[in-house]
């Protein structure tokens, strides 16, 4: 069964610290890129970080840089969001999706071009 599986998520204080990770099974996340995304309640899904099949690059939207980074490990056939600093408007159910090459969207943090998408895991930042 081709799936991914985010875990990692729960409840932090803000200033805290979560690491995500986004579990492939049923293929191989060699060559496609890997997004997060998120959803806050009441709005609408928006990019977090990205990056390339080839794990060379990567991409962050403007109020996560210096606090997220994201990695992958083929080996382990998964992709991580390591995040620190975490704010409450950092809440929101945080989803993965893996795009075969799916670079140019990607650099864009887009949601175009992914063929899998998790279920999301919950990021609830408060005191």
């Known amino acids: 069964q081709v799936q991914l599986v985010e875990s990692g998520g729960g409840l932090v204080q803000p200033g805290g610290s979560l690491r995500l990770s986004c579990a492939a099974s049923?293929?191989?996340?060699?060559?496609?890129?890997i997004g997060w995304f998120r959803q806050a309640p009441g709005k609408e899904r928006e990019g977090v970080s990205c990056i390339s099949s080839s794990g060379g690059s990567t991409y962050y939207r403007d109020s996560v840089k210096d606090r997220f980074t994201i990695s992958r490990d083929n080996a382990k056939n998964t992709v991580y969001l390591q995040m620190s600093s975490l704010k409450p408007e950092d809440t929101a159910v945080y989803y993965c999706a893996a795009g075969l090459g799916n670079n140019r969207f990607c650099s864009r943090l887009l949601q175009l071009g992914y063929e899998y998408w998790g279920q999301g895991t919950q990021v609830t930042v408060s005191s």
């Open positions: 049923g293929f191989t996340l060699d060559y496609y890129a």
